[in-house]
């Protein structure tokens, strides 16, 4: 189900992969091809929209601010009225929410800010540059025509494009859609992804001797969660090839994308690339010159995009940062971003194979004299232990032909704390 022409893929990886695998720029751009835009649409309330996505523009159904007001406690006034004295009587006192009402002439009204403007007035004087005498007001600097008034319209005109369609919404655009009176936002349907785990050693509850905790499934969904996407969850596969087959069957038409973890390398329990053309789908791609995360797997079933990850926990982190979320980007109408977008320089001296482009997690250890930051590398390049992940910042990357780092060594990487990313 390719859907597009490939997209530009991530800077990192240019060199050609060994024969038996993707490029890294190659694999990318598998993953981006086999998803296409949901089109669907649902309404939720407003307090629900955060991290949606807008399905088409939302227009403001009025100008804004909705009247003329004051910005400013003072007195509002005519200008032409202190023509020749420095003292007005003041008619009353307007505040904010009150009734527009007519400004007398010859007179000024106290003013609040917020508060509707008098019908008449044309400046605003704060209550600094006045004397406030309760019955009259004795204006020390006056004003100019239009001081401190906040003008109907002057922020937003009707019809103005709030959000644009295709925008994820944040809580600072929340205050906006409130403050147009917008109760309700049209937004694109989640992206619904299966998600399962294989293999007999993974156990949900306590674990017999032999087996381990389930560590990829309960990571990927609340990584799908945070990215906005609907994650079911498939459970735990046996290492048996007629549950895998079983598994996949019928599982494509009611998922957007199928996402699972392990069995999908070349030993005897790995089952998934069979399964899956059992079931009436496609391999498109398999085997990728990356570290961690060689034995990655694309493919469709149904309506269904797959990707299948490797079974190490560091390798699922890594394959979910680099393909499911712009997988996920793409459904919901997004222009998915590179992996690493920033550049940095290294504080370490690390030897390795070149052949394969490599991410390791890595801390913010300072900035050097550019303003570039310095990243210390943690961990030892072991895809099975997720441990070096709690205490980084990120993940940097280097380059399928690198094989050494100095400090000092330009690096790219992928902060946790960027726009939109998920940890």
């Known amino acids: 189900m390719f859907v597009g022409p490939a997209p530009g893929g991530c800077s990192c990886d240019s060199q050609s992969a060994p024969t038996d695998m993707m490029s890294l720029h190659d694999a990318i751009g598998h993953a981006h091809r086999l998803v296409a835009p949901i089109r669907e649409s649902q309404t939720v309330p407003l307090l629900e929209a955060p991290g949606r996505t807008t399905a088409v523009s939302v227009r403001a159904a009025a100008a804004m601010p909705f009247f003329d007001n004051s910005a400013m406690d003072g007195f509002a ?237 560091f390798a699922v982190h890594v394959g979910f940062h680099m393909f499911v979320l712009p997988q996920i980007a793409r459904l919901l109408g997004e222009r998915p971003g590179t992996f690493a977008p920033v550049p940095a320089v290294a504080d370490f001296d690390w030897t390795r194979k070149p052949g394969r482009a490599e991410v390791f997690p890595v801390r913010l250890a300072s900035y050097d004299d550019l303003g570039r930051p310095v990243l210390e590398r943690l961990g030892h390049s072991v895809s099975a232990t997720l441990f070096p992940l709690s205490g980084a910042d990120g993940l940097a990357i280097v380059p399928s032909e690198c094989h050494h780092i100095t400090p000092g060594t330009p690096l790219m990487w992928r902060p946790f704390c960027q726009k939109g990313d998920v940890q």
């Open 77 to 313: 006034l005519r200008c032409a009225d202190l023509e020749g004295r420095c003292c007005l009587p003041v008619a009353g006192t307007v505040a904010a929410g009150d009734a527009p009402c007519d400004l007398p002439k010859g007179m000024a009204m106290r003013i609040f800010t917020g508060a509707p403007l008098p019908k008449g007035a044309d400046a605003v004087v704060m209550i600094e540059a006045c004397v406030d005498k309760a019955d009259k007001v004795h204006v020390e600097t006056a004003p100019r025509e239009g001081e401190n008034i906040r003008r109907m319209g002057s922020d937003q005109a009707a019809g103005q494009v709030l959000l644009a369609a295709g925008t994820r919404i944040g809580s600072h655009h929340i205050g906006l859609l409130a403050a147009n009176g917008i109760a309700q936002v049209d937004v694109l349907r989640r992206p619904r992804v299966a998600v399962f785990s294989t293999g007999d050693e993974l156990h949900s509850g306590p674990c017999a001797p032999g087996q381990i905790p389930d560590a990829n499934r309960p990571m990927l969904l609340a990584m799908l969660h945070q990215a906005g996407a609907e994650a079911v969850d498939l459970g735990i596969l046996p290492d048996d090839a007629d549950a895998t087959a079983a598994a996949f069957a019928g599982i494509g038409n009611g998922h957007d994308l199928i996402l699972s973890s392990g069995a999908v390398s070349m030993g005897g329990k790995d089952h998934i690339r069979a399964a899956l053309s059992s079931a009436g789908g496609t391999v498109h791609g398999w085997r990728v010159a990356l570290k961690p995360g060689k034995p990655v797997m694309f493919g469709t079933l149904g309506n269904a995009a797959f990707t299948g990850l490797p079974g190490n926990p």
